[in-house]
């Protein structure tokens, strides 16, 4: 089965500008997460979804950060405006369900630098 | 609140000798464990976990890992490394059936020379 796919790989953009990222869950899993990596750090949670509902989005750090997940399948993390802290690589996990026997399949990440 | 450590932020082993990745961790209730790697240009890759049961638990590429319930740690190990196995390592946890959230280390990049 394919994977979970982030769209772009890399995004270089400046300050002020936006920037939408996109992931493409496993096919048939309904939760849907999405984390960031700042600066070398540890590996941080933003939100979770249940198919098109967001469940938790205490991690998202402003109201900058805009996630949706129209139709329960893909998602998007809109960054808007971007500022300099923005930088960091961001992933995308998916489960089928969210008991312990299921794990958590991420994807490569997005490379965000702003400048 | 649940946190994860991993003290090292580089190991460096030659290839064939013992590789060891620590971490300790901290939750309210049961924690439930797991090592990803992450190898270049790629997503993470989950390794293995530990719920409950045998404290040693064997996982994928020959990996193993120890919970230690009084040391709050959860030790990644290989007793014999491959070059192929330079990736960056993260440990992470989660508090239980309370928490379905992932709680992530730094991470820990394993250099493994030929």
């Known amino acids: 089965e394919a994977g979970v796919t982030q769209f772009p790989s890399h995004s270089v953009i400046e300050k002020g500008q936006t920037v939408t990222l996109r992931c493409d869950p496993i096919s048939g899993h309904d939760n849907l997460y999405w984390y960031r990596r700042v600066m070398g750090k540890e590996i941080k949670f933003l939100l979770h979804f249940v198919k098109e509902s967001k469940q938790d989005e205490s991690g998202m750090p402003n109201n900058r950060f805009l996630a949706e997940r129209t139709g329960g399948t893909y998602s998007t993390l809109k960054v808007q405006p971007a500022e300099l802290e923005d930088s960091g690589v961001y992933f995308c996990?998916?489960?089928?369900?969210?008991?312990?026997?299921?794990?958590?399949?991420f994807g490569p990440g997005t490379r965000l630098t702003v400048t | 609140a649940q946190s994860v450590a991993q003290p090292e932020d580089q190991v460096n082993v030659a290839e064939g000798n013992p590789l060891t990745v620590k971490c300790t961790y901290s939750?309210?209730?049961?924690?439930?464990l797991f090592w990803y790697v992450q190898y270049p240009n790629r997503g993470l890759q989950f390794l293995l976990k530990?719920?409950?049961?045998?404290?040693l638990v064997k996982g994928s590429y020959g990996f193993e890992a120890e919970f230690n319930k009084s040391q709050t740690s959860f030790h990644l190990k290989k007793p014999s490394a491959l070059v192929s196995d330079s990736a960056l390592y993260f440990c992470?946890?989660?508090?239980?059936?309370?928490?379905?959230?992932?709680?992530f280390g730094a991470g820990t990049t394993v250099t493994v020379r030929a």
């Open positions: 992470a946890v989660r508090d239980g059936t309370i928490d379905y959230k992932l709680s």
């Open positions: 530990y719920i409950t049961g045998d404290n």
């Open positions: 996990a998916s489960s089928h369900d969210t008991g312990v026997s299921y794990e958590q399949y």
């Open positions: 939750v309210s209730g049961n924690p439930y």
